[in-house]
């Protein structure tokens, strides 16, 4: 059995990902990352990501994770918020603990990705920040 059926299919995992993403865009620390974005979009990323990882049948049908991140400010601690806010999202909804380890693993795996490569795992590259803020204020002038 896959960790998408056991977790319940597809009301069960798009409960969690409902609340997940109303936590994250309320969040004191993250949320301002989501500031404008659309959140529909993100719910329906956000689940196909995790269906797809947790072995149900749905394909991811965004773009790569890293071109999703590259010009978002995300440093090692906005990551690790977001992980605690999955987390605790999937302990309030009492996601087995196997789909939970399955799902933070998956997570921590996506570290470089979100990040870029070369970051020791709690570390905030604070120079490659500001290029991607120099980098979309450019963008936005244009």
Known sequence: MSHFET?????PLRRVIDMFVDRVFADVMIGFIFAGKNRERIREMEYQLAAEQLGGPVVYSGRPIQSVHAKLPIMGGHFDRRRQILLNTLRDCD????VQAAWIEHVDALREDVLGVGHAPHECDHDL??????EESIGEVS
């Open 7 to 11: 977790l319940g299919g597809e009301g």
């Open 129 to 134: 920040q500001a290029e991607r803020g120099q």
């Open 95 to 98: 996601v087995p603990a196997e």
